[in-house]
């Protein structure tokens, strides 16, 4: 491990989202970030839901809570105990789409899952992912989570 500082280190962003397509994306990120020295931000994106005709039916809803809670979850649950201190977990308001592009901009790679928890899971490429791909300003990796949707980077028991 060399002294170089966080700033100076190559930076990997990962879109997490709770879904297991999602951790096996971070999964992959960690490991990739511990081949290159480089840093790791586990990016969770959270919006107020709209509902058509009612402005939030769900007034008291901690949404950027819920969305802090899912992030630490998936980090723990792939990083387990042994949680590498080059993992930084932002937690953003937007669309996840536009978020993981504006945080991924001057990245040296974005990754993200094949699919989340968005409308469509039977899509073959989740449209977060899709628009990544076709706008991303970076180099982008998509993670094909495994057929089971088990594969978090951690043996399975």
């Known amino acids: 491990m060399t002294g170089r500082s966080d700033e100076d280190r190559p930076r990997i962003v990962v879109g997490v989202d709770g879904s297991a397509p999602s951790k096996a994306a971070l999964?992959?990120?960690?490991?990739q970030a511990g081949?290159?020295?480089?840093v790791v931000e586990a990016v969770i994106a959270w919006e107020t839901p709209a509902?058509?005709?009612h402005p939030n039916l769900m007034p008291d809803t901690d949404w950027e809570g819920l969305a802090t809670r899912v992030l630490s979850d998936a980090v723990a649950d792939v990083a387990g105990n042994a949680e590498p201190a080059g993992i930084k977990n932002k937690i953003m308001k937007g669309?996840?789409?536009?978020?993981?592009?504006?945080?991924?901009?001057?990245a040296d790679l974005l990754v993200v899952g094949n699919r989340g928890f968005g409308g469509f899971?039977?899509?073959?490429?989740?449209?977060?992912?899709?628009?990544?791909?076709?706008?991303?300003t970076c180099p982008i990796v998509v993670i094909r989570d495994s057929v089971t949707g088990a594969a978090t980077g951690r043996e399975q028991r």
Not at 27 to 31: D, G, N, R, T
Not at 95 to 106: D, I, K, M, P, Y
Not at 123 to 135: D, F, I, M, N
């Open 35 to 38: 081949l290159t020295n480089a």
């Open 121 to 136: 899971v039977e899509a073959l490429l989740g449209s977060t992912g899709q628009h990544c791909v076709h706008h991303a």
């Open 51 to 53: 509902f058509v005709g």
């Open 27 to 31: 999964a992959w990120a960690i490991s």
């Open 95 to 106: 669309n996840a789409a536009q978020v993981l592009l504006e945080e991924s901009a001057g």
